[in-house]
Structures are given as structure tokens and as C-alpha cells.
């Protein structure tokens, strides 16, 4: 048995919630947890290396500063292109339906981490 609740809960939500999703899927899961359960960036990275057919980010807000623009969100999108290899910057916003006027402020964000 496990010795805490966590080590079971949140290991069978997120197998729970890929099943109900499907390999295929591009759905989302956000944990939200307000220190409920003691979440690190290691405890994620160690569910994420037996889980290989999803991509597992992990954020904590710092309370002494401001949140960035839509925080966490645009850098995880920002790395996970990053990852990216064969993936032209363009024929990402196109595949994505970004809006025309939109795509300078995410390529200057994307190319230098400030959006201009």
C-alpha cells in the first residue's frame, strides 16, 4: 500500500484521464493543486519516464513576482516548439490557425522571449 494518498491519486488520475483521452487525442490536463499535494518538478519527470506517449510540463508560480503573459501557458508552447526539428516557424502558426496579426508578436516572442 502505498504511504501516502498522493502516491496512488495521482498516478491513477492522470492513467484515468489518458484512457479516457486516447493516445491520439490532443487533449489537455492541467493539475491544479494549491499545495494540496507535494508536487516537484522530480515527482513529475518520474511519472512522465513511465508515460511516454504524452508530453508532461511542469510549473510552479513564483509569489514574489508578476506572472508572465499568460503564464504558463505561451512558454510551454514556446519549448515545446523548441523541440521541434524539422518544423519551419511559419508552417507552425499555419498549422495552428494562428491569426495573421497575431504571428509577429508570437514569432518575436518565440525567437527572443520577449513579444514585440
Same mark, same amino acid.
Given at each position: *500500500?502505498?504511504? =501516502? *494518498?498522493?502516491? +496512488? $491519486?495521482?498516478?491513477?488520475? #492522470?492513467?484515468? *484521464?489518458?484512457?479516457?483521452?486516447?493516445?491520439?487525442?490532443?487533449?489537455?490536463?492541467?493539475?491544479?493543486?494549491?499545495?494540496?499535494?507535494?508536487?516537484? %518538478? +522530480?515527482?513529475?519527470? %518520474?511519472?512522465?519516464? =513511465?508515460?511516454?506517449?504524452?508530453?508532461?510540463?511542469?510549473?510552479? $508560480?513564483? #509569489? =514574489?513576482? *508578476?506572472?508572465?503573459? $499568460?503564464?504558463?501557458?505561451?512558454?510551454? #508552447?514556446?519549448?515545446?516548439?523548441?523541440?521541434?526539428?524539422?518544423?519551419?516557424?511559419?508552417?507552425?502558426?499555419? =498549422?495552428?490557425?494562428? $491569426?495573421?496579426?497575431?504571428?509577429?508578436?508570437?514569432? %518575436?516572442?518565440?525567437?527572443?522571449?520577449?513579444?514585440?
Amino acid at each position: *500500500m502505498a504511504e =501516502t *494518498m498522493q502516491e +496512488d $491519486y495521482i498516478p491513477n488520475l #492522470i492513467d484515468s *484521464m489518458l484512457l479516457n483521452l486516447g493516445v491520439s487525442d490532443t487533449g489537455f490536463l492541467l493539475i491544479e493543486h494549491y499545495n494540496t499535494f507535494d508536487l516537484s %518538478s +522530480d515527482y513529475i519527470q %518520474s511519472l512522465a519516464e =513511465t508515460r511516454e506517449e504524452v508530453c508532461f510540463l511542469y510549473h510552479s $508560480y513564483d #509569489i =514574489t513576482s *508578476m506572472s508572465g503573459a $499568460y503564464e504558463p501557458l505561451l512558454e510551454w #508552447i514556446r519549448e515545446l516548439f523548441g523541440r521541434q526539428k524539422d518544423v519551419d516557424l511559419n508552417e507552425f502558426f499555419e =498549422t495552428c490557425d494562428v $491569426y495573421a496579426l497575431h504571428r509577429p508578436i508570437f514569432q %518575436s516572442y518565440f525567437e527572443s522571449g520577449v513579444a514585440s
